[in-house]
């Protein structure tokens, strides 16, 4: 949707019974685009003019406790393949976007078992998929290798030889 699209929405929405702003009477003896909805009628305007009077509008709602955690989305798209959404739910959230070239990038987080928001984000391109997160297993320190006496002995003895070579190398003169 465009921005004078949600624009117009909400100011229709804003409107008392939901009716457009400059003309209340569009919907005939249905005041409001909920009543209108739940009608049935066909969206046509009315042949007589009303009065230009607000038409009052009371709903039944029950209350409510608490106010839930604001929510907002979004998502957009186009003919190159190119791709992003997300959301936002209070708790969690995600948002994932696709360029023209099908790599994608993302991360989402939530609220664990134990009360802890946990956080990944990932990527998938040319070089695979690859994640990285705050819940994931870290893997031990590579260790520095401990070596036999028997391999031990044959490095320094490999070493000794490279060293003597080198050094005979360096002796020689250089012939072209």
């Given at each position: 949707?465009?921005a ?36 049935g ?29 604001i ?7 186009n ?9 936002n ?7 994932e ?30 070089l ?49």
């Amino acid at each position: 949707m465009n921005a004078l699209t949600v624009i117009f929405l909400t100011a229709v929405a804003a409107c008392s019974g939901a009716q457009l702003p400059w003309y209340p009477g569009l919907y005939g003896a249905h005041p409001g685009l909920h009543s209108w909805y739940r009608s049935g009628l066909p969206l046509m305007p009315q042949p007589t003019m009303r009065s230009m009077a607000p038409v009052p509008m009371t709903y039944n709602m029950a209350p409510f406790a608490s106010m839930a955690p604001i929510h907002s989305q979004y998502g957009a798209q186009n003919e190159f393949g190119q791709y992003s959404f997300g959301y936002n739910a209070g708790l969690s959230a995600r948002n994932e976007m696709r360029d023209a070239f099908g790599n994608v990038q993302g991360s989402f987080n939530y609220l664990d078992a134990n009360g802890k928001v946990q956080t990944q984000q990932y990527v998938a391109d040319a070089l695979g998929f690859r994640v990285s997160g705050t819940n994931l297993p870290e893997a031990p320190a590579p260790a520095v290798p401990q070596y036999t006496p028997e391999v031990a002995s044959a490095r320094a003895a490999h070493q000794a030889a490279h060293n003597e070579a080198a050094a005979a190398a360096a002796a020689t003169p250089a012939t072209q």
